[in-house]
């Protein structure tokens, strides 16, 4: 980590506010996660009885959504897999999500978002110059892992984020929040005139009515077990087939490029310093590898960027001129535009003050 995050600051020892905030949380105790993860194993068994499935997994093809599958299906749960393809999938992730359902036998729902439509979003995000572009997909995953949650009355979603490769707090200035519907529709609006149709969008008031009224509870199930990233590449490897990426959520072309092309040459900022950090602290990786790692380019080789570069600008119908001219644009922040960030922020104190918690259970 270093000064391209916002508001970092380091001790007399060199260590930053972010590693020392995670490290102060993170705990590793197997006799409770073994005791909380039998607890919540038989709630979700006991909720789900006569149902055909008792759990939610959202899926990308990476590996933290991928163990989750496979482990729940070791466990004896009946997940429904749920993937939304936005049109940016990479083979390798569509092989991986496919192979992975064929060998655990369960069924994959997948959304399917209008190609033209998903582009027209991207487009205005890209004029409006606001760092977090993925806001568009993860906001999307959020909404149809509860939609399908509340459709088929499943009280539990099962995710693959989790505190041992990210638990990591976000930079402020290299990411936005998650739950903004009215950005997305705000930005929207605003530079192209349009707004999501066939996109599934989440908002403050859709968590509530999820979370607080349907009792559909968001589970960050990987911290229920003593989670270490290689051992579980190497486990889906052998049971599933599974192919390894280069580096986290490179499951997506999109993502690739823009992690790797787009937040570096723009905003300054290479996530990788907080995913390598994260490792680090978790003692999967030393200092002296992640230094190595960081290093290199975000793309392993010049052949790849270009690749990637080129299948950007051709979905996207860019010329290189445009793409240089936005590169070259400066940034505007997301609350230039309209958003409930303030709203979400302002209820969660109520209710913290309050101690009515179970609003916000999942932060």
Known sequence: MDTTASNIRFDEYNFCNYCRDFLNKYKVDDLKKKTNLDQLISKIKKDGKNKKYDCIVGVSGGVDSSFVLYKVVELGLRPLAVHLDNGWNSELAQNNISNLVKKLNIDLYTKIVDWDEYRNLQEAFFKSNVIDVELLLDNAMLAINYQMAHRYKIKYILSGTNTSTEGFKIPNNWSWFKNDKKNIYSIAKKFQNIKPKTMPTFGT????????????????????????????????????????????????????????????????????????????????????????????????????EKKDKK?????????????????????????????????????????????LKIFFSKL
């Open 205 to 304: 008031f859709d968590f509530i009515y999820y979370e607080v009224l349907r009792k559909i509870k968001w589970v960050l199930f990987l911290d229920y077990l003593n989670y270490i990233k290689n051992d579980a590449i190497k486990i889906l490897e052998d049971k599933c087939s599974f192919k390894k990426y280069p580096y986290k959520h490179y499951e997506s072309v999109f993502t690739r490029f823009y992690q790797g092309y787009i937040l570096p040459k723009k905003f300054n900022v290479d996530k990788r310093k907080l995913h390598l950090s994260n490792l680090i602290c978790t003692d999967q990786m030393t200092r002296e590898e992640a230094i190595s790692l960081i290093q290199q380019p975000c793309y392993l080789n010049d052949e790849d």
């Open 311 to 355: 299948f950007f600008l051709k979905k996207m119908e860019w010329s290189e001129e445009k793409l240089k001219k936005y590169i070259d644009q400066d940034e505007i922040s997301h609350d230039k535009y309209g958003s409930e960030k303030k709203m979400w922020d302002f209820l969660k104190n109520f209710y913290k003050k309050f101690n």
